[in-house]
C-alpha cells in the first residue's frame, strides 16, 4: 500500500482524518483535452436534446410547465451560511447554492442524468419498432401504442437510492416496467417512495458495487431490460454535465463575472463519480482554467480520491484500505470509482476533501437555521469546501500556484447540493439524534467520536460551534 500514496496521503486515508488533497494531476485545458472521445459539443447536444423533450416532459409532468419542461434549480445567495461559516476569515468572497436538491421530479441531480439516459433509451426503442422518427415531436412517446410497447420493457438500474429515485419516476411516467436494485445503504423512505410508484425493489446486503452487479447480471439475462449502469454510462455523464451551461447561465443572470480577476470555485459530493465528474467536465470546457473544481467525499468512501492519488492508474477499493464505506451520506456510499469518468476527470479536477458523519450533521443542521433549505447528509458534503481552499495550508498552495490570492474578494463560491431534500425542518433533536447515531450505532464502523465536536459516550457539542448558532452552549446529551 505504501508504493500506491505518498506517506501524508495513506495516513490521513487510514485513520479517517478530514484532508484536502491537491490534484498533481491537474493540467491547463489545452494540455489537458480529453482524449476519451467527447467534448463540449457532446454536452450542447445533450442540452438541445433535453430541450427537444420539453413538451414531452411537461405533459408527463405538469410542475414543469412555467420553466417549458425545462428540469432546472435555482442558484441562490448563502450570505447568512456564508457569515456563520467565516466569521474570522478575511477573504470571504461570495458564496451561492445551486439547489438541486430541490430539482423538480426526483429532487436530485440525478434528475438530470437519470431522466436524459431513461429518455434517450425510449425514443431509440420507440425508432427501432418504427413507432417514432427523429423529424416527430418526442410527445409521440407518450401515446397510447408507444406506452403499449414499453409496457413490455423493463429499465434496470443499482442504485444507493437517488438514481433509484429518478429512473423509476421516469420510467414509471412513460409505461416502463422498472427494477432498482438497492444497496445495504438506501435510506427505506426511498424504498418506500419507489415502491409507491410500483417500482419492484430487490434489496442486497452489501454496498453499491454490489448492487450495480446485481442489476447488470438481470438484465444480461433478457433482451426485453435494459440496464442503466452508473459505473459505465456516457448518458448519465453528459445529462449530468448540462448543469454545467445552465450555472454559467444563471451566474450571468446574477451579474457574476467569471475569469481570471473573477475565479469561481465549484464544491461538488462525489460518489462513483458520474455527476460531479459530468459537471466539472462540462464547466472546464466552458470556462476552461478560470473555474476551479472540487469534489467532496466522506472519509469512509473516497473512492475517487484514492484512484486519482495512487501512483498506479488501476482500479481500487476503499477496502483495500481497510476503510468499510459506512456512512449516512448514503448517496456517496460507493467503495470504486467510476472507470469510465476517472479519464475524463484527471487531469480536471483541483483537488478532493473528505468529510467526517458528524460534520455533515453540523453543516446541514447550520444550513437550515441560517438559510432554511433542509438537505439530506449526502449533499452537506460540500459545504466545508470554502474553509478547506482558504484556510489550510494545501489549500493555500493552491491559491498560490494559480496566483489566486489577490483575486479572493472578488471570488465566487458555488456548492452543489445534489440530493434529496428533508422532508421537514430539522431541530436541535434531529441534529443530536444524528450525530448519537453517528457515534454509538454499531452499524456504522463503531467510530470514535470527532475530538472537536463530541466528547465520551454521552457528547458535548463544542461552545464555538454552537454558539454560533445563537444557542445555548454547553448542552449534554447522553
Keep these: 500500500m505504501t508504493a500506491m500514496f505518498s506517506p501524508p496521503v495513506e495516513d490521513f486515508l487510514i485513520r479517517k482524518e478530514p484532508f484536502l488533497w491537491i490534484n498533481d494531476n491537474w493540467l491547463p485545458l489545452q494540455a489537458g483535452r480529453s482524449e476519451c472521445g467527447l467534448d463540449l459539443n457532446d454536452v450542447r447536444d445533450v442540452e438541445s436534446r433535453m430541450s427537444q423533450f420539453g413538451g414531452l416532459l411537461m405533459k408527463l409532468f405538469p410542475e414543469l410547465t412555467p420553466t417549458g419542461g425545462i428540469i432546472e434549480s435555482d442558484l441562490l445567495p448563502a450570505d447568512s451560511f456564508q457569515r456563520?461559516?467565516?466569521k474570522e476569515c478575511r477573504h470571504p468572497g461570495r458564496w451561492l447554492v445551486k439547489c438541486d436538491h430541490a430539482l423538480p421530479i426526483a429532487g436530485s441531480i440525478k434528475a438530470r442524468g437519470g431522466i436524459y439516459e431513461v429518455l434517450a433509451h425510449a425514443e431509440n426503442l420507440a425508432l427501432q419498432n418504427g413507432l417514432w422518427h427523429p423529424d416527430d415531436d418526442r410527445l409521440v412517446l407518450a401515446s397510447d401504442s408507444v406506452r403499449k410497447l414499453f409496457a413490455r420493457h423493463r429499465v434496470v438500474v443499482g442504485s444507493t437510492g437517488n438514481l433509484g429515485l429518478s429512473i423509476g419516476v421516469m420510467a414509471a411516467a412513460l409505461g416502463f416496467q422498472s427494477t432498482v436494485h438497492m444497496s445495504s445503504d438506501a435510506k427505506e423512505w426511498k424504498k418506500s417512495r419507489l415502491r409507491s410508484l410500483g417500482v419492484d425493489i430487490v434489496e442486497h446486503r452489501g454496498d453499491f458495487g454490489v448492487a450495480v452487479a446485481a442489476g447488470r447480471r438481470q438484465a444480461q439475462q433478457d433482451e426485453s431490460e435494459y440496464f442503466i449502469d452508473d459505473e459505465n454510462s456516457r448518458h448519465l455523464f453528459l445529462g449530468y454535465s448540462v448543469a454545467a451551461p445552465r450555472l454559467v447561465e444563471q451566474l450571468a443572470a446574477r451579474d457574476v463575472r467569471v475569469d481570471t480577476e473573477h475565479p469561481p470555485f465549484v464544491y461538488l459530493p462525489c460518489g462513483v463519480g458520474g455527476a460531479a465528474g459530468g459537471i466539472t467536465f462540462g464547466l472546464r470546457h466552458l470556462l476552461g482554467d478560470n473555474?476551479?473544481?472540487?469534489?467532496?467525499?466522506?472519509?469512509?468512501?473516497?473512492?475517487?480520491?484514492i484512484r486519482l492519488a495512487s501512483t498506479r492508474d488501476l482500479p481500487i477499493s476503499v477496502g483495500e484500505l481497510g476503510l468499510d464505506n459506512c456512512t449516512e451520506a448514503d448517496g456517496l456510499a460507493v467503495g470504486k470509482a467510476s472507470d469510465f469518468v476517472v479519464p475524463f476527470v484527471r487531469s480536471l479536477v483541483s483537488g478532493i476533501f473528505t468529510v467526517r458523519d458528524n460534520e455533515l450533521f453540523e453543516d446541514l443542521y447550520l444550513l437550515e437555521r441560517t438559510e432554511g433549505m433542509r438537505i439530506e447528509p449526502s449533499a452537506a458534503a460540500a459545504l466545508r469546501g470554502p474553509r478547506w481552499v482558504l484556510e489550510s495550508a494545501a489549500g493555500r498552495g493552491y491559491l498560490e500556484e494559480h496566483d489566486l490570492l489577490k483575486n479572493l474578494d472578488a471570488a465566487t463560491h458555488s456548492f452543489g447540493l445534489p440530493v434529496e431534500r428533508s422532508s421537514r425542518p430539522l431541530n436541535i433533536g434531529d441534529f443530536i439524534n444524528g450525530v448519537q447515531h453517528w457515534s454509538a450505532n454499531p452499524e456504522i464502523?463503531?467510530?470514535?467520536?470527532?475530538?472537536?465536536?463530541?466528547?465520551?459516550?454521552?457528547?458535548?457539542i463544542s461552545n464555538k460551534w454552537y454558539g454560533s448558532l445563537g444557542l445555548a452552549s454547553n448542552v449534554k446529551c447522553s
Excluded at 291 to 305: D, W, Y
Excluded at 445 to 460: D, L, N, W
Design 291 to 305: 473555474v476551479h473544481c472540487f469534489f467532496a467525499e466522506p472519509a469512509v468512501s473516497p473512492c475517487m480520491l
Design 84 to 86: 456563520a461559516k467565516m
Design 445 to 460: 464502523g463503531k467510530r470514535e467520536p470527532h475530538p472537536s465536536t463530541i466528547s465520551s459516550r454521552s457528547f458535548m
